[in-house]
């Protein structure tokens, strides 16, 4: 059974920053695209980072471009979402996502699978 594990949510401050992870299992994703999305209460699901397991590229929304910073360990087999100066439009639910599509995909219908999510709150 192929899992996408996310963990690091939590309720923190303005300014502050967290980590998040998240790690597969059941299989590998080396030729896949790692992507994190977010949800917040009311609105829609919407893209936030992806990175390629295999190589360095990345991209970030532009609502968090020189805030939040993708990467992953393969030796670990991981993730992360590194987010740092959170504001309190940040607080959503965070998925982890991956997906076969060629380049860097951004939008839901690209991704096959998900993770539950991990909860984000950032209180002003």
């Known amino acids: 059974q192929v899992q996408l594990v996310e963990s690091g949510g939590g309720l923190v401050q303005a300014g502050d920053s967290l980590r998040l992870s998240c790690a597969p299992s059941?299989?590998?994703?080396?030729?896949?695209?790692m992507g994190w999305f977010r949800q917040a209460p009311g609105k829609e699901r919407e893209f936030v980072a992806a990175i390629y397991w295999s190589g360095g590229h990345a991209i970030i929304t532009d609502s968090a471009k020189g805030r939040f910073i993708i990467s992953r360990d393969n030796a670990k087999n991981t993730v992360y979402l590194q987010m740092n100066s959170l504001k309190p439009e940040d607080t959503a639910i965070y998925y982890c996502?991956?997906?076969?599509?060629?380049?860097?995909?951004?939008?839901?219908?690209?991704?096959?699978?998900w993770g539950q999510g991990t909860q984000v709150t950032v209180s002003s």
């Open positions: 059941g299989r590998t994703f080396s030729n896949y695209a």
């Open positions: 996502a991956a997906s076969d599509y060629s380049g860097l995909p951004t939008r839901r219908f690209e991704y096959a699978y």
